[in-house]
DNA sequence: TCTCAATCGTTCTAAATTTCACGATTAGAC
DNA sequence: GTCTAATCGTGAAATTTAGAACGATTGAGA
């Protein structure tokens, strides 16, 4: 099997997310140009991209959308639903709780971890919410791949460690610091107020 | 002037970030490795990253942090307050209008907009809700420069619309679906599924 | 049947980015 | 004053990524 570099990946579930709205819209042809009109990438790249994948594509005609579909969820997703704890149930950690595209995408929340002893023990949204130091318990019982760093940047890296400890193998932080993991974790960090002076300081100067 | 890559830019982001909080824990030097250590980059990419902006370290000694502090934020922010609109006040919008970090650095939440009747009006952390059909003039009188899209995706289109009507430079986009926009504006997208699913497929299997 | 236009898939080229290697500089120890 | 170890800054090599060019394939229409 080929190796498919990580920006490959990140632009499949792209594809992905657009060629499941366009079945559901009844759409059963669309062309590597259609995409790219769509999704801002070039045709070029898109055909590239899915070339690692195999031939699927008919000259003359484009891809079928439901095969290119199963074709690409095969290859990145492979049917795996993934499981994630959310530490942190403030306003972001709420949001998360109650972010609908989950729920129809291959996400599962199984667990959120909370200091505050007013909110443990609720449930929201159908999850759960317990006390940090069960951490290491839950997520071992409710397998969970994954972790969501919503705390605020003075508590992000204790609670990394955790995660760490609890056997989560990603983390994505929203907490405006840098965390300290092994490198057999991987931590994807969204720095809000990073992603705004980024576009800021990029484009409008 | 150098011409400096977006990367590079992103990454002193993160330097300045990190610099204010070791300025905050009064520290007053710091080395490349040292930085490195904290943010996870090489410490030769920030040596190379700072050199981009003029020779302000000694051998040796390292950097002086409030110097390179000054230095970076002398390139990339210039001092600027970037006045950002916010579209949508559901789960994810308060999320952004009660965001802390936000009032501490050079970002500034000047008007949301929402559809929803019984939300216009008032006012969430000092920051007013207003039709979403008022957008256009509200920001022109507030100066935004940026806008943030958390609607639902299926109004993601209309909304981006109206943002690029209003004059609005940037757009960072929750929704999980692709905006059309001019080419003189630039978007961000940010897709909490994406993200998780691309840890997940890019390091876990 | 033949031609044509659209589209895929692939190879080669170019650009961007990171990593490496190493010289230059400096503070401190002796 | 000299040596040493730490650190910066930079030019070159290597890697990654995107882009361009182009042949191959296909369906439609004359």
Redesign the interface.
């Known amino acids: 099997m080929k190796n498919i570099s990580?920006k490959t990946?990140?632009r499949a579930?792209?594809y992905i997310?657009?060629l499941d709205?366009l079945i559901k819209e009844k759409r059963y042809l669309v062309s590597s140009k259609d995409l790219a009109?769509?999704?801002?990438i070039s045709d070029v790249q898109i055909r590239k991209d899915i070339s690692n994948f195999g031939k699927v594509g008919r000259p003359r005609i484009g891809y079928k959308t439901a095969e290119l579909n199963k074709t690409l969820k095969g290859f990145?997703?492979?049917e795996?639903v993934?499981h994630?704890a959310l530490f942190g149930v403030?306003?972001?950690g709420?949001?998360?709780l109650?972010?609908?595209?989950?729920n129809e995408?291959?996400?599962k929340l199984v667990a959120a971890f909370e200091k505050d002893k007013s909110k443990i023990g609720k449930k929201i949204n159908g999850v759960k919410v317990y006390s940090v130091e069960t951490a290491p318990k839950i997520i071992k019982r409710t397998h969970a791949?994954?972790g969501?760093i919503a705390v605020?940047?003075s508590h992000s890296q204790e609670v990394a460690d955790i995660m760490v400890l609890s056997g989560l193998?990603?983390?994505?932080n929203f907490a405006?610091?840098?965390i300290?993991v092994p490198k057999s974790v991987?931590?994807?960090d969204?720095?809000?107020?990073?992603?705004?002076?980024?576009?800021?300081?990029?484009?409008?100067?």
């Open positions: 990580r990946v990140d579930l792209i997310r657009t709205h009109l769509i999704t801002g990145v997703l492979q795996n993934v994630v403030g306003h972001l709420t949001a998360m109650s972010y609908p595209a989950f995408d291959n996400i791949d994954l969501i605020p940047a193998k990603g983390i994505v405006p610091a840098s300290s991987s931590v994807k969204i720095d809000f107020t990073i992603e705004l002076l980024s576009l800021f300081c990029n484009n409008l100067q």
